[in-house]
């Protein structure tokens, strides 16, 4: 019967959240139907049916958190042969995450793929654990009943010494996130885990001397109340559970905490970008092309970059790209987080093209329906806070990114022009760069090329 | 002796088979050398030089181009109480006496029932990198360490070198010695005196505590180099040198690997089949549970290794590639310095 | 030396050898060159190794032997008249057709059918087999299954008798022992030429039995005349007939002597008829009736009981009473290795190495190698 699983959504995805199911247990679906939405971590995105029949299980909750690849439903022909509704992974999954709800039935998972001695399991859902199999009645009656085995989870990878480690812990390598080559649970996440379950009460002990005897942890383990002893600060303080977009928030930018960073500050003379602009919206009025100082931002970066590609790099470890396509990101400010969506080979692109994309972008990431490829494959940031008054900022850098643009208000400057004191618009630019792929005198050759173009802004269209 | 054992002298790989050579020579009578070009000539890798003046022709004795002549002469006389030393020229040629080796040394004795043992070396160099092309280039180890009667050793450094022909000139069984032609200049520090190594010991040259690399003669070099970089990053790589091929000495291996988790197999032999394999299969005999990835091999590409520098270069495995594998395996087990 | 029975290749007597071609079928036993009781006791030799062999084929056929077995059946002249000339302390290598040599050596008849029973008290401790029958005492320093095996080893053994001690006339000497279609692999060219440089103490001798397995000499050899072959080294041959005891004793003697006495190798050709197949599982119908025929009546068991009996050396009787005796000794031989006991599992690793060393396997299949502690 086939699975719908978790699919990989973005570059970066390695789990999602089944935001809401649009089809009901039951329904009849073909493939290409839209049964579901997925919470990314980068948008909302459609979960799309891969076969025709009929919807027969959802195996997870709304809200749950599922790893690439494990399933989320079963699409069966309708006569109900999917699994048992005892196995109610559904509802397991509604309190965590899908792969949690393996918890003790490795070995089911195990067998799955040869399918036959795994059904014994569903009459006896609680028996789980390594013994499972050889528990299972050897008449090949039991495994003609029903073909229903191992659905509330996907198979455990972890290494040897992982699982020989998360055993004398007293952990399930089900219940840790695994680092290794397609999520493999190593030695190095068991640790973490348990840094992370130290703290915990005689929950991991449970499923420790359950592990001894041969059998999983017995479904009362789980549940044990939560831990009773967590510092005071934290009963007072309001727990938000961390988002998927929150999390990559995190994650990237702690990333790029590790990036030796310099900063590079320039004030640019406005009068004559917003002369420009002002003109062009007005002249191409009619057409509903509106050109924003940030679209006039995102087309002199492009040509800044097209003029120098050093820039235009990102780092790799061990090597640098240096990139053949311009594809500028801007950071859009989302109710959850923050999403860089990227107007690809901006130095090929006409202003209005740039300001119809990136207002269709912007549009797009506020309502988490941007596609992967809309979000990835930047190869430039600018990031502009201008619109909340901010006069400069410096901007983190979106590894593995060389250099953001920090974009902050255009303000009024005092000036004596022709003997009168009176006053200009002035920006401030801030370019944060990377140290590893560029050096002070060719970022600042950047950013002062930069600044003459948007205070001479006919270079701009050119 | 205890005494001499203390001192140690840093000479070549070649100067130290060349003084365990002597040594026996001057303690056994029954040692003799046979060989092409042992004498006269000094050998082709001059390993014998200087032998012929001191023992003169009937204990260093030149041979006709004939291995499978030689080498199963080489094995009469051992029956009847010689020691021979037999120098092949270079691995490639020992092909041509495998009959004679594998049908014959190795069989002997249990083949009669333990009644006469054959106590004989096969010396010989193998090894790629000098631009030999595809017949003069192989490492074949694994042909002879395949074979229950043989032993088979492989050291890696001036010391073994010395110590494991003095112990396998004395032991009673046929010994394969491999050599390796990129070793012969190598210098070391080798202790005074005759005490022989044990055969069939494996030995951690190199203690580390996050990786192990397993390899042999030339390819122990390479690990040690690379783990002695690596150190300087923090990531601390444990060498385990096989030294002995056959008996292979797996509790050793296993050891470490159970102290570290990772494991990487550097050989200059071809990937498939290879000593590689054979450890693969025993770690995960002795060390299935602490393993945190797959065992890794760095091993020679599969090809008949062209004569082009170039293309000679990429195919032998080098300190890049055991580098590379290093940090690819550290990665896939989340490893932090 | 009886040249109508001889014919020699040496660099000096190689045209006498041509014009000499010797003919093996003629059996013309020696009688002048020995004893009366020396024939008799060659005849109760040749009856046991006849004996033997014929239950060797039947045992074989019961299934008590396993495995390939060679016969002599028809060499018995050959073997005993070599096994004759070779003195206790001289060694012998031979090819896997070695019963008679290893009984003619002095190997208990008991231990060597015990040897092919794959018993304990086998002669190689029941880890040889038919081919493979070795005895340090005896000296005879084994049988040989792979073609041209023996040959290297055995010259070793000769150069290792040039450490022991001058030449002379009690020095030991060393012999080889191959089948025809051996002189043609690469193993006894090197190995002659290696005896040549180093002037070793070795006979080689080729029993002619002219088929190897189904492939005549003349279809083998580019040299059929097998004797002349060494004549590339400068070794001298010698081709006898086969089926006559004394001829065959008399040019071992003579090539061992030189042997010891000059360190010359030497290569005897001895003219033989194998009577049965290449082995007992072979039916030789490639043979043609005639050709049977021939080597059924050079046969040389029968002739020269035939001999003894029409000199007057021994009657009906007395021949009858050594039939009987060997008989009796041959089935003694199998009760003996019926009665010995089976190797058991936990021998097998019993003879691994000579100097023990650790790590040696010792894991049987299906057992793990690596035992965790």
């Known amino acids: 019967m086939p699975e719908v699983i978790m699919p990989r959504l973005s570059d970066t995805m390695e789990e999602g959240i089944l935001g809401r199911w649009l089809k009901h247990e039951g329904d009849p679906v073909k493939a290409g139907d839209v049964i579901g939405e997925i919470e990314t971590d980068k948008a909302t995105m459609d979960l799309e049916a891969f076969d025709d029949g009929v919807l027969e299980r959802l195996l997870v909750a709304e809200g749950a958190t599922v790893a690439i690849g494990q399933p989320v439903a079963f699409i069966g022909d309708g006569t109900g042969s999917g699994p048992d509704s005892d196995q109610d992974a559904g509802s397991e999954a509604g309190a965590g995450s899908g792969k949690k709800t ?79 080559p397609g999520g493999r649970v190593v030695r190095a996440d068991v640790l973490a885990a348990g840094e992370h379950a130290s703290g915990e009460d005689t929950s991991g002990e449970h499923a420790a001397a359950a592990s001894r005897d041969g059998k999983a942890p017995s479904s009362s383990s789980k549940s044990v109340p939560a831990p009773a002893s967590a510092p005071a600060a934290q009963q007072d303080s309001l727990e938000i559970p961390l988002t998927q977009m929150r999390k990559v928030v995190a994650k990237r930018l702690t990333e790029s905490a590790a990036v030796p960073h310099f900063f ?78 990227v107007v690809r080979d901006a130095d090929r692109k006409g202003l209005a093209e740039i300001a119809t994309e990136a207002r269709d972008l912007a549009g797009k990431a506020r309502e988490g329906t941007l596609s992967l490829q809309e979000f990835s494959g930047g190869t430039f940031t600018v990031s502009n806070l201008g619109m909340f008054g901010i006069d400069n900022f410096t901007a983190i850098i979106n590894p593995p990114e060389a250099a953001i643009l920090a974009v902050g208000a255009a303000a009024d400057e005092p000036v004596v022009r022709d003997g009168e004191l009176t006053t200009r618009k002035v920006l401030k630019l801030t370019l944060t760069v990377d140290h590893r792929v560029l050096d002070g005198a060719t970022a600042a050759a950047f950013l002062q090329d930069l600044k003459q173009i948007l205070e001479d802004p006919m270079r701009i269209v050119l | 002796m205890s005494a001499d054992a203390d001192k140690t002298t840093l000479v070549t790989y070649r100067q130290a088979l060349n003084d365990a050579i002597r040594s026996e020579m001057n303690r056994d009578e029954k040692v003799i050398l046979l060989g092409e070009e042992i004498g006269i000539f000094e050998g082709s890798y001059k390993i014998t030089a200087g032998l012929l003046k001191e023992f003169g022709p009937e204990r260093v004795r030149d041979t006709p181009i004939a291995e499978e002549g030689f080498v199963g002469a080489a094995i009469g006389a ?37 009644q006469q043992s054959v106590p004989m070396v096969i010396r010989m160099p193998g090894g790629g990198g000098q631009q030999l092309a595809a017949t003069h280039s192989q490492n074949l180890e694994v042909w002879y360490a395949h074979v229950p009667g043989l032993k088979v050793v492989a050291p890696s450094t001036p010391a073994d070198a010395k110590a494991l022909l003095l112990a396998a000139i004395r ?54 180099e690379v783990a002695r970089q690596m150190a300087e990053e923090g990531i601390s790589v444990e060498v385990v040198d096989l030294r002995s091929l056959r008996p292979l000495d797996r509790s050793t291996i296993c050891a470490s690997v159970r102290k570290t988790g990772r494991a990487v197999v550097l050989e200059d032999d071809w990937l498939s089949y290879g000593i590689g394999a054979e450890i693969s299969a025993t770690l995960m005999e002795g060390a ?26 990429r195919a032998l495995p080098d300190a890049g590639d055991l580098r590379r594998v290093i940090l690819e395996l550290l990665d896939d087990t989340s490893f932090e310095s | 030396m009886n040249e109508s029975r001889t014919a020699k290749a040496s660099p000096r007597a190689a045209t006498k050898a041509a014009r000499q071609p010797a003919k093996g079928s003629a059996a013309t036993p020696g009688a002048e060159a020995a004893e009366p009781g020396q024939l008799v006791e060659f005849y109760r030799r040749m009856v046991l190794i006849r004996k033997f062999e014929l239950t060797a084929d039947q045992m074989y056929k019961r299934a008590k032997i396993g495995g390939y077995c060679h016969l002599n059946l028809g060499e018995e002249a050959s073997v005993v008249g070599l096994m004759d000339a070779l003195r206790p302390t001289d060694y012998l290598f031979t090819n896997y057709r070695d019963h008679g040599y290893a009984l003619m050596r002095g190997m208990d008849t008991g231990k060597v059918m015990a040897e092919l029973f794959g018993k304990t008290t086998g002669v190689s401790k029941g880890r040889g087999g038919s081919m493979h029958m070795f005895d340090t005492e005896k000296r005879m320093l084994g049988g040989y299954g792979i073609v041209g095996g023996q040959i290297p080893p055995a010259t070793g053994a000769a150069l290792a008798l040039t450490y022991r001690g001058a030449a002379g006339p009690d020095a030991e000497a060393v012999m080889c022992q191959m089948g025809d279609g051996t002189t043609n692999i690469g193993a006894f060219h090197e190995s002659l030429n290696l005896a040549a440089v180093w002037s070793l103490p070795i006979v080689y001798v080729v029993i002619n039995n002219r088929l190897g397995m189904g492939t005549t000499v003349e279809k083998a050899a580019g040299e059929p005349e097998l004797y002349k072959r060494g004549s590339s080294y400068r070794i001298p041959g010698v081709r006898a ?22 360190r010359q190798p030497a290569l005897l050709e001895l003219m033989s008829y194998r009577l049965r197949g290449h082995s007992v599982v072979d039916p030789a119908r490639y043979r043609s009736a005639a050709d049977l025929e021939t080597a059924q009546e050079a046969d040389p068991v029968p002739a020269l009981r035939a001999q003894l009996i029409a000199d007057g050396t021994l009657d009906e009787k007395q021949a009858a009473a050594i039939e009987t005796q060997v008989e009796d000794q041959v089935a003694a031989a199998v009760a003996f290795a019926d009665a010995s006991p089976d190797s058991t599992p936990d021998q097998l690793f019993d003879y691994a190495y000579a100097t023990p060393v650790p790590n040696a396997p010792t894991a049987l299949p299906g057992e793990r190698m690596v035992v965790l502690p």
């Open chain 2, 78 to 114: 051992a029956m009847l109480g010689m020691r021979p030393v037999v120098e092949i020229m270079t691995l490639n040629f020992s092909l041509i006496a495998i009959d004679q080796i594998v049908n014959h040394a190795a069989k002997i004795y249990g083949m009669f029932g333990g």
């Open chain 2, 171 to 224: 032991d009673d069984d046929p010994v394969i010695f491999l050599e390796n032609l990129a070793l012969y200049n190598t210098k070391g520090e080798v202790p005074a005196g005759d005490e022989p190594a044990e055969i069939g010991r494996a030995a951690v040259v190199k203690d580390g505590t996050d990786l192990t690399v397993i390899s042999y003669s030339r390819a122990t070099t390479i690990a040690v």
């Open chain 3, 241 to 262: 007939d086969g089926g006559d005891v004394l001829a065959v004793r008399e040019a071992a003697t003579e090539a061992l002597d030189q042997a010891r006495t000059q």
């Open chain 1, 102 to 180: 393996d918890d003790g039935a490795a070995s089911s998972v195990d067998v799955e793929a040869q399918d036959a001695e795994a059904s014994a399991e569903v009459g006896a859902p609680s028996s789980g654990g390594p013994s499972a199999g050889e528990d299972a009645p050897a008449d090949g009656d039991a495994h003609a009943d029903t073909d229903a085995h191992g659905l509330d989870g996907g198979r455990v990878f972890a290494s040897p010494l992982a699982r020989k480690m998360a055993v004398e812990r007293g952990l399930d390598p089900a219940d840790i996130k695994g680092t290794g």
């Open chain 2, 288 to 313: 299935f549970d602490y393993l945190d990835a797959p065992v890794r091999r760095v091993a020679a590409a599969e090809v008949p290794l062209p004569y082009a520098k170039p293309l000679e270069r």
């Open chain 1, 264 to 341: 590079l500050t320039a004030v640019v003379q406005m009068d004559a970008l917003l002369e420009f602009r002002a003109g062009i919206n007005k002249r191409f009025a009619d057409s509903g092309v509106k050109a924003s100082v940030t679209d006039l931002l995102v087309r002199a970066c492009a040509v800044a970059l097209r003029a120098h590609p050093v820039v235009n790099s990102s780092w790799a470890g061990d090597k640098i790209y240096q990139h053949r396509h311009v594809n500028v990101g801007l950071a859009v400010a989302v109710p959850d987080g923050l999403i860089v969506p």
